[in-house]
Nanobody, 123 residues
Framework: VQLQASGGGLVQAGGSLRLSCAAS????????MGWFRQAPGKEREFVAA????????YYSDSVKGRFTISRDNAKNTVYLQMNSLKHEDTAVYYC?????????????????WGQGTLVTVSS
């Protein structure tokens, strides 16, 4: 199983980035996908999630209205479109896969993790 995250980089505050996470080695279309992030010295934060068919999504309050999660099951890829970026969005972003068809952070249990991609937002 592999989850390959990409798309991170350096961007100015107010800018946009799109993260991608390409999955292989399991039935991507059967899994709920999520994005987490971890900033230096802070706990990991559950940012967004999407069910297998895109029917349900979740966003943390800190990104709601600015970030959009989506998926393309034909390409085995989940995306995180990040707009109106703020300095506090600076973190390593990770994608994860869950067998459970639940997007709530209370119930999302990661079965697979990807390596992170660094997002740096300059103020």
């Amino acid at each position: 199983v592999q989850l390959q995250a990409s798309g991170g980089g350096l961007v100015q505050a107010g800018g946009s980035l799109r993260l991608s996470c390409a999955a292989s080695g399991y039935t991507f279309s059967s899994y709920t996908m999520g994005w987490f992030r971890q900033a230096p010295g802070k706990e990991r934060e559950f940012v967004a999630a999407i069910t297998w068919n895109g029917g349900s999504t979740y966003y943390s309050d800190s990104v709601k209205g600015r970030f959009t999660i989506s998926r393309d099951n034909a390409k085995n890829t989940v995306y995180l479109q990040m707009n109106s970026l703020k300095h506090e969005d600076t973190a390593v972003y990770y994608c994860a896969a869950s067998r459970k068809n639940l997007v709530s952070p209370r119930f999302f249990e990661s079965d697979y993790w990807g390596q992170g991609t660094l997002v740096t937002v300059s103020s």
